[in-house]
């Protein structure tokens, strides 16, 4: 879990595995750059979604059961 200390020193705390984490998928992240993927549909979704930081779901449930 990420915790700002405080507002004047913007300095966020992460455990270890969760910077490993982070710095794997950065790795991924660049080699599917290098595969061009920057020219696929799921990327450019991607990109607006962290530009734009928010999400539109415009799907409607199948069954009145999952409302």
Sequence with gaps: MAKL????????????????????????????KIAGIEKMAIYKAMEHILNNQHIDILIKPISTKYK
């Excluded at 705390?13 to 660049?30: F, G, V």
């Design 5 to 32: 200390k405080t507002h004047s020193t913007r300095v966020v705390e992460i455990r270890e595995q969760d910077y490993l984490l982070l710095l794997e998928n950065s790795i991924k992240m660049e080699a599917l």
